[in-house]
T-cell receptor, first 114, second 113 residues
């Protein structure tokens, strides 16, 4: 069973607030990812990291930023939340030794910006 | 432009029968395909994968078939169980694509008792 955690699970926040979505994994995976998913739509990769101090933007443009200071921690930050940021945010991780290992997902954070 | 397509938003089957979920892709560079299952309020969980060097991979009740010439893959669940009711996502990746996964929109499977 994968050990990847996301907090908070649900967040309702007003426009203009700064928010940080937390993601932690205890599996020692080097690779971590953030996806954004709207209801009934596909998951879109917005950020990924191949290890400490490594971060890259994904295929979907996002106003969020990420950091990777520790292997197990990959937080996502929105400096100023807007209603267009309302979505579900999913964090995932995978092993690096196997190029084709599957990604393990956390439970997600459902963000609503009012 | 959607590179991974799941054209059936939903599928309903009877318990004990076969469920067949379909997925089409457009990028011929994709060489690794995965299926994920997602329950409400949970993250996706990995089900089964297949490399492009194979045309079939089986794991218990789940079998994935790959037809490279048609750029089509399918997931067969036999026999279907009520606990299989979930949204199923098809995903694809390729070497040189930084192993990033490209997902379809998902198919909601309902297995009726």
């Amino acid at each position: 069973e994968a050990d990847i955690y996301q907090t908070p699970r649900y967040l309702v926040i007003g426009t203009g607030k700064k928010i940080t979505l937390e993601c932690s994994q205890t599996m020692g995976h080097d690779k971590m990812y953030w996806y954004q998913q709207d209801p009934g739509m596909e998951l879109h990769l917005i950020h990924y990291s191949y290890g400490v101090n490594s971060t890259e933007k994904g295929d979907l443009s996002s106003e969020s930023t990420v950091s990777r200071i520790r292997t197990e921690h990959f937080p996502l930050t929105l400096e100023s939340a807007r209603p267009s940021h309302t979505s579900q945010y999913l964090c995932a991780s995978s092993e690096s030794r196997d190029l084709r290992s599957e990604q393990y997902f956390g439970p997600g954070t459902r963000l609503t910006v009012t | 432009d959607q590179q991974v397509k799941q054209n059936s938003p939903s599928l309903s089957v009877q318990e004990g029968r076969i469920s067949i979920l379909n997925c089409d892709y457009t990028n011929s560079m994709f060489d690794y395909f995965l299926w994920y299952k997602k329950y409400p309020a949970e993250g996706p969980t990995f089900l089964i994968s297949i490399s492009s060097i194979k045309d079939k991979n089986e794991d218990g009740r789940f079998t994935v078939f790959l037809n490279k010439s048609a750029k089509h893959l399918s997931l067969h669940i036999v026999p279907s169980q009520p606990g299989d009711s979930a949204v199923y996502f098809c995903a694809a990746s390729y070497q040189g694509g930084s192993e990033k996964l490209v997902f379809g929109k998902g198919t909601k499977l309902t297995v009726n008792p």
